[in-house]
């Protein structure tokens, strides 16, 4: 199997905190750069974050810029998703993505995971 599995996701209050956690299966993560974005029903899918395959380099969106925090343990085959003072348009389904290689200037994902529900509410 090659997977990716989402984990962390839940009910939160507004300014409260998650940590997401993305663990591969089948294939290591060392080689590739991963990539979270969240989809809204109804709404285009949109790019949170990116790390690279070396954790050198990380990218933001300006919405969640301050915010949320991407970090990978490449010796736990696993990245995370620090998610800080959520909003609630923050909610919705989280996913990470493996690039086609090492680069955030990927051209292409070739693994998902499912996703995590990501709920903020009062």
């Known amino acids: 199997q090659v997977q990716l599995v989402e984990s962390g996701g839940g009910l939160v209050r507004p300014g409260g905190s998650l940590s997401l956690s993305c663990a591969a299966s089948?294939?290591?993560?060392?080689?590739?750069?991963i990539g979270w974005f969240r989809q809204v029903p109804g709404k285009e899918r949109e790019g949170v974050s990116c790390?690279?395959?070396?954790?050198?380099?990380?990218f933001y969106i300006n919405p969640v810029k301050g915010r949320f925090t991407v970090s990978r343990d490449n010796a736990k085959n696993t990245v995370y998703l620090q998610m800080n003072s959520l909003k609630p348009e923050d909610t919705a389904i989280y996913y990470c993505?493996?690039?086609?290689?090492?680069?955030?200037?990927?051209?292409?994902?070739?693994?998902w995971g499912q996703g995590t529900l990501v709920t903020v509410s009062s």
């Open positions: 993505a493996a690039a086609d290689g090492s680069s955030c200037t990927y051209r292409s994902l070739e693994v």
């Open positions: 089948g294939f290591a993560l060392d080689d590739y750069a």
């Open positions: 790390i690279s395959s070396s954790g050198g380099k990380t």
